[in-house]
């Protein structure tokens, strides 16, 4: 069993998003496995995008990703995924496939971010950028959603 990452208090906030993030990847596998129907996992899917997803991704790109700078590789993998999943949230074709790959592609992006990308932004943050994150994301917050479908197959 590997070790739980160290993260600077500036980034658990960004470290708890993404585990909502995990969590809807968990639950868009559970909503395929009970047979749910595609447009109520689509609204879902929607509703995290809108309320969660997409102001992550700005804070993110604002915020974090300008102390490794644009031209950094890892920002530029970082924003190519970002650009990627925004795509396959917001595409309204081919439903199934799309959140088929929301799911694998969410996890692999949370994945690449805790485990690569933040282990270098803490390497060479300074306290104050440290600081500037952490305050501005105190301004966020997680909303719930009332339809459980990876629980249960009722509508």
């Known amino acids: 069993m ?37 447009e109520r996992i689509k609204k879902y899917t929607d509703w995290f995008w809108k309320h969660h997803l997409q ?11 300008p102390i490794l700078g644009q031209e950094n590789e890892l920002i530029i993998k970082a924003l190519e995924e970002h650009d990627r999943l925004k795509q396959l949230f917001t595409d309204t074709d081919a439903l199934k496939k799309n959140i088929a790959e929301i799911e694998v592609a969410l996890v692999s992006h949370i994945r690449f971010e805790e485990k690569i990308l933040f282990k270098e932004i803490e ?19 997680i909303e719930e959603w009332e339809d459980e479908f ?3 197959n009722k509508s």
């Open 123 to 141: 390497s060479i943050a300074s306290e104050d950028q440290l600081e500037a994150i952490e305050k501005e994301h105190s301004k966020y917050s």
């Open 150 to 152: 990876w629980t249960s």
């Open 2 to 38: 590997s070790k739980p990452i160290k993260r600077s208090a500036a980034l658990k906030p960004l470290s708890r998003e993404h585990h909502h993030g995990l969590l809807l990847s968990w639950k868009i596998r559970e909503g395929f496995k009970k047979n749910i129907e595609i």
């Open 55 to 65: 102001a992550h991704f700005e804070f993110e790109e604002n915020y974090v990703f």
